[in-house]
C-alpha cells in the first residue's frame, strides 16, 4: 500500500513577491501584509497552518521583506523562520534556497492567497491524500466556475486518478491551482540555481505521472488585483450578513 504521511511540520510560506498587479496598493507595503477581513493576507495563511498543526514556518522574503519580519515578530503561535533572498528567485528558487530549513515532505504556500474551509481542512485532505511514494507534488486546486475573482481559463485538469495535465492552448481547464501544495523535497532533485518558476518542476513531474491534483471544497478567493481584493470583501461581508 502506498505509504501516507501526517501532517508535515513544517511548511515554506511564499512571501518574497513584489504583486505589481495590486498597483499603488504594494508600493509601500508587500502584497502579504494587504489586509483581508481586517488581517493581513500572511497571517491568514499562518492560521490556517496553526489549526492544521503545523509547527514551524519558513518564510522566504525581498520585495520589502523586513516589514513582514517585523510584522510576524508578534506571533508566538508558530515558530517562524527567514530565508532572505538578496533578488527575487521566484517560486521554484525561493523554495529551492530554504530546503535546507525544510522537511523531506512538506507544505508550500503562497503568503497571499485566502480561503476557507468546509467541513475538513484543506490542509489536512492534502496530508491524507498525499503518498510519499507516490507522486511528487499534491496542488490544492480550486474549480474555476467557484473561484471567486478569477476570470481566467483556468490551469489543469484531472484524470480520474487525480493525475494533473496542463490545458490545451485553446482549452478551457475546469481548475485553477489554489496556492496551496504539499511536496516531497525530491520534486528539486534536478532544479536549476537561482531565480526559476515552480511551474518547471510541475512540468517535470506531469511528463512522469508525478503531479496529483486535489479539488477544494470550500471557498476561494482569488487577490490578484484591487478589484480581485473589492470582490473579496464584498463576497465576505456578505457571507458574514447571511450568517
Do not use: C
Request: charged letters at 25%.
Amino acid at each position: 500500500m502506498p505509504r501516507r504521511v501526517k501532517i508535515p511540520d513544517t511548511a515554506m510560506v511564499l512571501a518574497a513577491g513584489r504583486g505589481k498587479r495590486m498597483r499603488n496598493l504594494t508600493d509601500r507595503l508587500p502584497k502579504p501584509l494587504v489586509t483581508v477581513a481586517g488581517k493581513p493576507l500572511i497571517d491568514h495563511v499562518l492560521d490556517r497552518l496553526v489549526e492544521a498543526g503545523v509547527t514551524r514556518a519558513v518564510v522566504n522574503l525581498n520585495y520589502l521583506g523586513e516589514r513582514i519580519a517585523g510584522h510576524l515578530a508578534g506571533r508566538d503561535d508558530i515558530a517562524i523562520e527567514f530565508s532572505r533572498e538578496s533578488e527575487a528567485l521566484e517560486t521554484g528558487g525561493g523554495i529551492r534556497q530554504a530546503l535546507p530549513m525544510l522537511g523531506e515532505v512538506f507544505f508550500a504556500v503562497n503568503a497571499d492567497v485566502f480561503w476557507l474551509d468546509s467541513k475538513d481542512r484543506a490542509l489536512e485532505r492534502l496530508a491524507a491524500t498525499f503518498a510519499v511514494d507516490g507522486a511528487d507534488a499534491l496542488l490544492l486546486m480550486q474549480p474555476t466556475s467557484r473561484a471567486i475573482g478569477y476570470e481566467g481559463a483556468g490551469d489543469f485538469l484531472l484524470d480520474p486518478m487525480g493525475q494533473a495535465r496542463r490545458r490545451g492552448e485553446r482549452e478551457i481547464a475546469p481548475y485553477v491551482f489554489a496556492g496551496v501544495e504539499i511536496v516531497h523535497r525530491r520534486l528539486f532533485d534536478d532544479a536549476p540555481a537561482g531565480a526559476f518558476s515552480i511551474n518547471r518542476l510541475w512540468d517535470g513531474a506531469i511528463e512522469h505521472g508525478r503531479l496529483g491534483g486535489l479539488v477544494h471544497d470550500g471557498e476561494w478567493y482569488h487577490i490578484g488585483t484591487p478589484e480581485g481584493l473589492a470582490m473579496a470583501e464584498a463576497g465576505l461581508k456578505t457571507r458574514s450578513v447571511e450568517r
